[in-house]
Each structure stands twice: as structure tokens, then as C-alpha cells.
């Protein structure tokens, strides 16, 4: 028999700040899911994954927002299985529907996708899987090739094949994720996406790409925004997500050093979802 993971869960009261503000400090950590509850934030952690160093940046994002945490060691239970017990479905407009295998009698309104929820990034519960969902809709991707950079959940690439794209590489650096979207795509009877484990270095740079999604961290778009402006043609799409509003100018002076162009953002929640064109 496997031997269970341990978790640790870490409550970190909201105060004034918005739930979505700790989630993008604590995401460029390696923590796999948040919760609000109560006035606090939960985040959670695989107990391997929490060495000295991500103490070490944690504590500092705590004394810098002036906060403290509660560290909790989690009960021996399947905590995916008590994930999945909270997974309610999602409506994004009449554009789809994200459902679990469980949800029975569900009324389905535009394309539906079903997730297998783990604790991978992008159930469609977030403002930015739910805004870059939108801003997808509204580009033409039958016939196009995708990179999907940072996938958890494969939801992204899932929509874009629905929406007819011929061929879609799905990159994720969380093994949990790699596994969740190769799980996800045999769900939805998906057979033209290839998932990849790791990092930028995966990212093909030979301008092969039609439409370019990044649904990450500001940080993380940063580190890579020269490999993903060179995956993508002339011509061709980059959403962008998982960043403030407070970070787009920032975003728009690096993205032309790397020849893109800002067409528009919207907003989702306090969430910015940015689209790019290659020039």
C-alpha cells in the first residue's frame, strides 16, 4: 500500500487584505490549493515540499504584510477525496460548463468540460481560469496551435480544443498537475494535446505557435516572457493572466521589448487578463 502524503495546512488571517492578494504572493510558493474560510486563508503544503527556503520566503512575505500564521500538521486522510467533496460546478457565461464525473443532473450550458479535481491550479473557480476562458472565446483557435504554459488542470488547453485547434503542447513544472491534466484530457475524449513536466526550458522557441496562454504569475511571465514572445509567430495571440492591475503597465514596457503588442485587458475580480499580439 502507497504510503499517504502528509500535509501541512497554514491559516493566515485576511484583515484587510483580500484573500486573492495572499494567493498570488503565496503561489510563486509550492503550495497546491487555497481556501477562504472564516476571515482566514488556508493554503496547503506538501510537508516535503516545505523546506527552509520556502520558510524562509513565506516569513518574509508574513512580516512584510505584517501577518502571522498558523501551521497545522493535516490529519491522515485523503485530502484529494475531501477536495473533491467541495468542487461545485462552474458556469462561465453560456461558454461552458466545468463539471467533476460526480455532478449528476447538472443543466450544462455551453461546451462542457469535465475535471477530475485534484489539487492542481485551474478548476474554474478562479478569476483567471474563468477570464482567460473568456478572452479565448472571443479568438478564433479552429485550425491553430497552442502552447499552454503553466496548465494545471489542462482546462485551458481542454477549451481550446473544443474550440477546434488542431494541436496544443501543455507545459506544468507540478508533477500533481502533469498527472491531474493527462487525467483530465482522457475525460474529455481529448486526443491532440501533449502534456509535458517541467519548466521554460520546455518552451519551443521556433515561433510555431498561433496562440500563446500563460495563466501563471507575474513573476513566473517575467522569468519567461523572452521564450514565450519566441514561441509564438508574427501575427500570433499571447494571453497573459494571474497578476493586479497594479502590474499590467510593467507588463505591457517588457512584453515590447520582446515585440508585443497590448491589444486590451479585462478584469475578473480583482484579476487582470491581458491580450498581446506578436509584431
Not at 450550458?109 to 473568456?134: D, E, V, W
Request: with cysteine.
Amino acid at each position: 500500500m502507497a504510503e499517504k502524503e502528509e500535509w501541512l495546512e497554514f491559516k493566515l488571517p485576511l484583515k484587510e487584505y483580500e484573500a486573492d492578494l495572499l494567493i498570488a504572493l503565496l503561489m510563486d510558493l509550492p503550495f497546491n490549493s487555497f481556501l477562504e474560510e472564516e476571515g482566514n486563508l488556508l493554503a496547503y503544503i506538501k510537508s516535503i515540499d516545505f523546506d527552509n527556503e520556502v520558510k524562509k520566503s513565506l516569513d518574509l512575505i508574513c512580516e512584510e504584510y505584517h501577518l502571522e500564521y498558523l501551521q497545522t500538521v493535516m490529519e491522515d486522510k485523503d485530502w484529494n477525496e475531501e477536495w473533491e467533496s467541495n468542487f461545485s460546478p462552474v458556469f462561465i457565461d453560456d461558454i461552458c460548463t466545468i463539471l467533476a464525473p460526480f455532478h449528476k443532473e447538472v443543466e450544462v450550458k455551453g461546451r462542457k468540460i469535465l475535471l477530475s479535481p485534484k489539487m492542481a491550479f485551474g478548476t474554474g473557480h478562479h478569476g483567471t481560469t474563468y477570464g482567460m476562458i473568456l478572452m479565448m472565446d472571443q479568438l478564433e483557435l479552429a485550425g491553430k496551435r497552442i502552447l499552454d504554459f503553466g496548465s494545471g488542470t489542462g482546462v485551458l488547453a481542454i477549451f481550446g480544443s473544443m474550440k477546434g485547434a488542431t494541436e496544443i503542447d501543455a507545459i506544468d513544472i507540478e508533477r500533481l498537475a502533469y498527472d491531474n491534466m493527462l487525467e483530465n484530457f482522457a475525460l474529455n475524449d481529448i486526443t491532440n494535446i501533449t502534456a509535458f513536466h517541467g519548466g521554460g526550458d520546455l518552451i519551443r522557441t521556433d515561433g510555431s505557435y498561433d496562440v500563446v496562454l500563460a495563466n501563471i504569475t507575474a513573476n513566473i511571465i517575467k522569468e519567461n516572457i523572452e521564450y514565450l514572445s519566441k514561441a509564438v509567430h508574427i501575427g500570433g495571440d499571447i494571453l497573459f493572466s494571474g497578476f493586479f492591475e497594479n502590474n499590467l503597465d510593467e507588463l505591457k514596457q517588457l512584453a515590447l521589448v520582446h515585440s508585443l503588442s497590448f491589444i486590451k485587458s479585462i478584469k475578473q475580480g480583482d484579476w487582470v487578463i491581458a491580450h498581446f499580439e506578436k509584431r
